[in-house]
């Protein structure tokens, strides 16, 4: 049974950085499109990244370009938001999630797996 385990939030400045981390087991990240996503309170789950299946293509939403990278590390089966230059807007819980059938990164709707989510908070 696939599983996802995100780490790394926490509270941190305006400015500053941070690097969320999506661990997974049952299933192997190059075989499915994986990304994130977040929710601030009292708004709807947002796309902010996503690696299509192989790595042939990655997504960002307008909002985070520049600041964020997503990576993974296949060997050890763990994805990576890297948040820089981080502002309060930027405050949510995050989660990882993966689609099982889609290639390409085709959002939230179509993802089967998802995480329990590490919450950001960015202090202004």
């Known amino acids: 049974e696939a599983h996802l385990v995100e780490s790394g939030g926490g509270l941190v400045q305006t400015g500053g950085s941070l690097r969320l981390s999506c661990a997974a087991s049952?299933?192997?990240?190059?075989?499915?499109?994986i990304g994130w996503f977040r929710q601030a309170p009292g708004k709807e789950r947002e796309g902010v990244s996503c690696?299509?299946?192989?790595?042939?293509?990655?997504y960002y939403a307008d909002s985070v370009k520049g600041r964020f990278t997503i990576s993974t590390d296949n060997a050890k089966n763990v994805m990576y938001l890297q948040m820089n230059n981080l502002k309060p807007e930027d405050t949510a819980v995050y989660s990882c999630?993966?689609?099982?059938?889609?290639?390409?990164?085709?959002?939230?709707?179509?993802?089967?797996?998802w995480g329990k989510g590490t919450l950001v908070t960015v202090s202004s």
């Open positions: 999630a993966a689609d099982a059938y889609g290639s390409s990164c085709r959002g939230g709707d179509a993802m089967d797996y």
């Open positions: 049952g299933f192997t990240f190059d075989d499915y499109a």
């Open positions: 690696i299509s299946r192989r790595g042939d293509s990655t």
